[in-house]
């Protein structure tokens, strides 16, 4: 168990629909003083999520402490704790570490390699003396990257793909891949795993699975697209993460699936359809890790998150300097 405790804190989240929506009840739960909960003015549906997010605070009897408002003055971010980043919340830009004060902290709510680059200045956090903490996904309570493949495993099951004894090549620069391979070894298919589309060999392929960290350009772009339909053109794309430059694949006449491009930064399949669980542990997870941030706890290793600090490869991030390497191996 997390154990979280929020007591006396300032949140901010954001009001969402769906499993997302019990963030701030979350927040409230653990006895956070107040919790803000942010709507996106450009959300299809905001009072959706709005009533969503209150409707959780009632059913946990906290709703005297969640307020949900669609923003919040320049000069009442200088009274938040712990600000998640999230769609709602928008980029942790350098204007807005200006805003808190500096016993902030900024919670990824993700590992760093899943977010898109650019969307959290860490450079300005730094500057700023702002913590950045993000969630130790392979923690005993998140456990998230066995989730992740099996969320993997359904999406080609709705991709048509019989796991049993095809040959399926895994693009995959994340920590996934080896729990990936394992598990659709299990199932019966044959594998190979390939950190870059560039390095993938020229065999006559039934499925090429793009698991890639997301990135401004698609790493899987015209050149490597090309090679595939010389080689295997009859093979099925599947886009789990990073990007796939569709309208080439369409030039080549290459399938790709889901047939519909996933929003930006966005997985093949949302993680709730496996359920409510792995949802709620990533964001318990990731308010865990933002409090141990601020009460200055052990962070690093197998602790339940690491400190996150800008790293010379614009747009990515890097495990804090001051840890040692044993303490930073989440990355």
Same mark, same amino acid.
């Given at each position: ?131 950045? =903490? #993000? /969630? ?7 456990? %998230?990257?066995?989730?992740? +493949?099996?969320?993997?495993? @359904?999406? $080609? ?118 359920? =409510? #669980? /792995? ?7 990731? %308010?865990?890790?933002?409090? +141990?941030?601020?009460?200055? @706890?052990? $962070? ?32």
């Amino acid at each position: 168990m997390l154990d979280l405790d929020l007591s006396g804190l300032t949140v901010v989240v954001g009001a969402a629909t769906g499993y997302q929506a019990i963030t701030a009840a979350a927040a409230a739960l653990a006895n956070a003083g107040r919790v803000v909960a942010l709507t996106r003015t450009s959300y299809r549906h905001p009072a959706a999520a709005s009533d969503a997010t209150l409707a959780f605070a009632k059913y946990a009897d906290v709703a005297e402490r969640v307020e949900v408002a669609n923003r919040i003055d320049s000069h009442k971010w200088h009274d938040v704790d712990i600000v998640t980043y999230c769609l709602q919340v928008g980029p942790i830009s350098r204007s807005l570490t200006e805003l808190l004060p500096s016993h902030a902290v900024v919670s990824l709510m993700a590992e760093p390699w899943e977010l898109q680059p650019g969307v959290v200045d860490f450079d300005a956090c730094d500057e700023a003396g702002i913590k950045v =903490a #993000a /969630p130790n996904l392979s923690h005993p309570a998140i456990d %998230l990257l066995p989730e992740f +493949a099996r969320l993997c495993c @359904a999406l $080609l099951g709705d991709a048509g793909v019989d796991q049993r004894a095809a040959r399926i090549a895994i693009v995959c620069d994340t920590p996934c891949a080896a729990i990936l391979e394992q598990m659709l070894r299990e199932r019966g298919a044959r594998i190979s795993v390939f950190s870059h589309p560039s390095l993938l060999t020229d065999d006559a392929w039934d499925v090429i699975l793009v698991a890639m960290r997301p990135s401004d350009k698609p790493p899987m772009d015209i050149n490597s697209l090309g090679r595939i339909a010389r080689n295997s053109r009859r093979a099925k794309l599947v886009q789990f993460s990073g990007g796939i430059d569709r309208s080439a694949a369409s030039y080549f006449g290459l399938s790709v699936w889901p047939p519909k491009r996933p929003s930006r930064g966005q997985l093949g399949l949302p993680l709730d359809v496996l359920g =409510a #669980a /792995p949802e709620i542990r990533r964001l318990i997870g990731g %308010l865990k890790a933002a409090e +141990a941030a601020y009460r200055d @706890a052990d $962070l690093g290793g197998n602790n339940v998150g690491f400190l996150v600090t800008a790293g010379s490869e614009p747009g990515r991030a890097y495990p804090s300097p001051d840890k040692d390497p044993q303490e930073t191996s989440n990355l």
